[in-house]
């Protein structure tokens, strides 16, 4: 009995160890993939994307009612500005989440006051405009993602044009 103990606890500590990089290494992961499916308009540029389907559907499990607008992120040439721009009389939110799949931020539209509003996501160290609100992280990627409540999908193509005025991208001479 004595000699199967080594090779018992090394398996035990192997699992052990295979777990927890499992662990670990899942969520970048599937943000990795997530950030492929979304990131079709290029990274740092909004997508508009098309209602979600059974025959379409990029995110796991998206809601039908739902219009999503997203905006894979990648800080390594500096910070990245989203401009949010409600649209009237919907429910609508912006979430940002990091490489890790935490949600590092998230405003809807009565906690803007139906009112437009940027975002600044920068890491640690990166110089932001003056006054600029801003949320750090400790990841170079990841998503923003715009939701938009629709009472029916059919009136997609009539609030698509303001939809369409939220924006990311790199800001530029930041001082």
Not at 23 to 43: E, F, H, K, S, T
Not at 78 to 96: C, F
């Amino acid at each position: 009995m004595r000699k199967w103990l080594g090779p018992f606890v090394l398996g035990l500590i192997v699992a052990a160890a295979t777990a927890c990089a499992a662990i670990w290494a899942i969520p970048y992961g599937l943000m990795n993939v997530a950030i492929d499916r979304l990131g079709q308009g290029g990274i740092n540029t909004m997508s508009y994307g098309n209602l979600a389907t059974p025959e379409r559907q990029p995110v796991v499990r998206p809601s039908p009612d739902l219009a999503y607008s997203s905006c894979p992120y990648d800080l390594s040439k500096g910070p990245v500005a989203i401009d949010t721009a409600p649209v009237p009389g919907r429910y609508s939110s912006l979430s940002i989440f990091d490489a890790a799949t935490d949600v590092i931020f998230v405003r809807n539209d009565i906690e803007a006051g139906g009112r437009p509003y940027r975002i600044i996501v920068a890491r640690e160290g990166q110089a932001v405009p003056a006054g600029a609100e801003t949320v750090r992280t400790n990841h170079d990627k990841g998503i923003a993602l715009i939701r938009l409540l629709l009472k029916d999908p059919a009136e997609i193509g009539g609030l698509d044009a303001v939809r369409r005025q939220s924006s990311c991208r790199v800001v530029t001479n930041p001082k």
